[in-house]
């Protein structure tokens, strides 16, 4: 069983950063790929970026590139999200996720378990 606990979120003015955290906790074989997710009110939740735990390749959605940075320290467990030049669209309830697949995945159908979420808030 892997556990998950996001942290990082809150309130940030347009073009401000953040950084989320991400500590994983159990179940090592069943993290292959770690991802971030987000969902906005009233929309379905989307794919953010991912990496893979053990080679560490990279991968992002295209509203997001340039602006956010996926990456992993193995030795605390943790997964980051650095987000800079934040835009008010990327105000949703972010969450990590694990998933026993390796390779670069975006549906969150493939992903075995998750944290509760973190808000990020972007004023305008």
């Known amino acids: 069983q892997v556990q998950l606990v996001e942290s990082g979120g809150g309130l940030v003015q347009a073009g401000g950063s953040l950084r989320l955290s991400c500590v994983v906790s159990g179940g090592t074989f069943s993290r292959y790929t770690m991802g971030w997710f987000r969902q906005a009110p009233g929309k379905e939740r989307e794919f953010v970026a991912a990496i893979g735990w053990i080679d560490g390749r990279t991968y992002y959605t295209d509203s997001v590139k340039g602006r956010f940075t996926i990456s992993k320290d193995n030795a605390k467990n943790t997964l980051f999200l650095q987000m800079n030049s934040l835009r008010f669209e990327d105000t949703a309830v972010y969450y990590c996720?694990?998933?026993?697949?390796?390779?670069?995945?975006?549906?969150?159908?493939?992903?075995?378990?998750w944290g509760q979420g973190t808000q990020v808030t972007v004023s305008s």
């Open positions: 996720a694990s998933s026993r697949d390796i390779g670069m995945i975006s549906d969150v159908r493939r992903y075995n378990y």
